[in-house]
């Protein structure tokens, strides 16, 4: 992989996610939940300076800290154009753009369904991809904008990346999703799998990354197969309380 990525949470679900090229020192923050954090993260860290924001759509838990970040380090701020409803924006970008954090270059891929102008950055060459909040481990992010069909496209893009893929999501929901997969799924498997993330989890222990693999084995809008069968599932989660 050509980038390091730091994990760390923030606000009450979130996670922050800072990234530096390997090569040349750039560093980048995906989505800013809390400036504060992200400013004491990379003070500990001492990475250098922040030089970009990378938003992967306009939600407030995403996008919350660019003003502050943007005074504080005169760093540039990439996103779709749909970020401007909530914070700063310097650079629009769409699907089929590339962003450079130094000698890394993460493709930038339209992912609409959450919100409608959601896009994911994907390292191809390190076969890693932040995902915001399209999909999560066990889990894919609420219809808040985009239809069932537009989020089932949107996983179908993902799912055709190699398995090894590394997802970085941007909140952990995890004990929730497993709950609600095995109300779907009675798989001996799938039951392995939640018990080892069980244990992450009691431990204090982030569940991100998780890796394509294993979500297109074991998350139920991945397992899905087709739009409508997605779509009753995804209503179903809405109105779970398991």
Known sequence: MTLDVHLFPCLSDNYGLLVRDRTAGAVATI???DADRILEELSTLGWGPLGQVL?????????GGNAALKAATGCTIHGPAEVRRAAPLDHEIRDGDTVQVGDTRLDVIAAPGHTLGHVVFHDPEGRTAFVGDVLFTLGCGRLFEGTPEQMWDSLATLMAW?????????HEYTAANARFA????????LRTHVEALRVRIDA????????????????????AGDAGTFARRRAAKDEFRG
């Open 204 to 223: 204090g222990q982030p569940t991100v990354p998780t890796t394509l693999g294993e979500e297109r084995r074991f998350n139920p809008f991945l397992t």
């Open 162 to 170: 190699p398995d090894e893929t590394e997802i970085w999501c941007a």
């Open 31 to 33: 989505d800013t939940p």
């Open 55 to 63: 938003n992967t759509h306009w939600h407030p838990d995403h996008t």
């Open 182 to 189: 095995l109300s779907v799924d009675d798989r001996p498997e």
